[in-house]
């Protein structure tokens, strides 16, 4: 089995299809990811294999297939990280790449010139999805934390915790203490109180399962809950490991959700929104 992941973005149009009708004509962007590695029956390397930062290339080629089956009428995103089969795309058994990519670069052309026309700026691709949008952003984010000193961002990753609820956030700046970086505690409804020891790591690459079971091996018989932030990605092992049944739960931010908290919490982020409302009469027509 190839170890490299090798299809192209149009090559994943087809199991993105088959992967929506197998759960059932929707789902969250995690399970269409885990469906269409099972569908294409991929190696833990591939599916691992890295395109940018904490973006995998299977994450970001199914981001980009999403996009055009969108453009083409075959997919809907209805609320953040939840996609569904239209009506068109329940009907629609298989697609023709080649014909997705020509309509959709059709629709791009006739809406640039209509923007050109009423005097707006052009875009290279007008229907990009926000989804899309947000790998640039996160990118020059996570560059960003990079580039800081190591107590900084011990000091980030403290600042985060408290702005998420945690109290008596402690780091502890430590490198041999089983991969524990810092404790707090968690209060739920005010009454509730859970004991949380974290890893926050600059990772270039992939947290592998390994470090996920070490984690929770030093985090035994210390907190009820244990949480994995990194700049970087998490292996679909990693994931997996995380969540087993019979184990301790371990949370995971990988580097698009720690970019992501940055941005809810507005710690270091402005975002400037331009909102534009359209209905589409047809969409209730078809409910």
């Known amino acids: 089995m190839d170890k490299h992941f090798k299809y192209k973005f149009d ?19 995690s399970e269409i ?7 294409l029956n991929l190696t833990e390397e591939a599916t691992n294999e890295i395109h940018r930062e904490s973006t995998t290339k299977l994450t970001y080629r199914l981001a980009w297939s999403r996009n055009y089956l969108k453009r083409y009428g075959l997919l809907e995103n209805s609320s953040r990280g939840i ?7 329940q009907r629609t058994t298989e697609v023709n790449k080649e014909e997705v990519k020509r ?9 640039s010139l209509s923007k050109k026309t009423e005097g707006k700026e052009s875009t290279e691709l007008q229907g990009t999805t926000e989804e899309l949008e947000e790998f ?6 996570i560059d960003t ?20 609820g945690f109290v008596n956030v402690e780091v502890t700046g430590k490198t041999n203490d089983g991969g524990i970086d810092g404790k707090g505690m968690i209060r739920l409804g005010g009454i509730l109180s859970f004991h949380v020891v974290f890893q926050a790591k600059r990772y270039q690459g992939s947290v592998s399962s390994s470090i996920i079971r070490d984690f929770r091996g030093a985090m035994s018989g210390r907190a009820e809950k ?7 990605s998490f292996t679909r092992e990693a994931k997996k490991e995380a969540q087993r049944d019979g184990a301790i739960p371990i949370d995971l931010i990988d580097g698009n959700d720690f970019a992501e908290k940055l941005k809810e919490l507005r710690l270091g982020v402005i975002v400037e929104l331009v909102e534009e409302v359209k209905i589409k009469p047809d969409w209730f027509k078809n409910i």
């Open 145 to 164: 934390i990079k580039s800081i000193e190591p107590d900084q961002f011990e000091r980030l990753c403290q600042r985060i915790l408290r702005e998420l």
């Open 33 to 39: 990811e885990e469906e269409v590695a099972r569908l």
């Open 103 to 111: 309509s959709v670069i059709k629709k791009d052309r006739e809406e």
């Open 83 to 89: 996609w569904a089969l239209t009506e068109e795309g």
């Open 136 to 141: 640039t952003w996160q990118s020059k984010l």
């Open 11 to 29: 090559d994943l149009f087809n199991p993105t299809l088959n992967a929506l009708k197998n759960l059932g004509g929707s789902g969250a962007v």
């Open 226 to 232: 244990g949480l994995i932030m990194t700049t970087g």
